[in-house]
């Protein structure tokens, strides 16, 4: 399966099957993301190849590191040597089949936000709704 960031600079491929998909509700992930969860497949590092491209890498935290596109800023991988040993995430939304791999677990709910353990309660619209709705 293969993936990228927004912008194309970087492409990857994995190959072989994934340890678990989970959404992630910690702190760090929702700010270096932006959004009030993140979706991280697992895999072995050696089941990724960038195919084109390179990430830049920021340290987040004292043992993890996040690879992201420098071009549009594009979030794609985390490593933690100590936790993780020869693991890495890789967002799940940026694969070009995200639909793929439904996610199995939500994790580090301690830090949820308290109104997304019912956001899937709030109303629905196929696309943007109008300013009359």
């Known amino acids: 399966m293969e993936g990228g960031c927004h ?6 491929n994995i190959t072989g099957k994934a340890i678990t998909h989970a959404l992630c509700h910690c702190s760090d992930c929702r700010r270096h ?8 497949l697992m895999f072995r590092e050696k089941q990724l190849v960038i195919l084109k491209g390179q990430t830049k890498t920021y ?8 690879d992201f596109c420098p071009n549009c800023g594009t979030g794609l991988f985390y490593k933690n040597a100590k936790t993780i040993p020869g693991l ?6 940026t ?9 199995l677990c939500h994790i580090q709910t301690a830090e949820r936000l308290s109104w997304m353990s019912e ?15």
Do not use: T
Not at 59 to 66: F, I, K, L, V
Not at 88 to 93: G, K, L, P, W
């Open 119 to 133: 956001a899937h309660k709030l109303p629905e619209f196929p696309r943007y709704p109008s300013q009359k709705q």
């Open 33 to 40: 993301a932006g959004a009030p969860m993140v979706g991280w």
């Open 95 to 103: 694969l070009d089949n995200p639909n793929q791999w439904p996610a």
């Open 88 to 93: 890495i995430d890789v967002q799940s939304a």
């Open 59 to 66: 340290q987040s935290s004292e043992h993890g590191r996040r």
């Open 7 to 12: 912008c194309g600079v970087v492409r990857y």
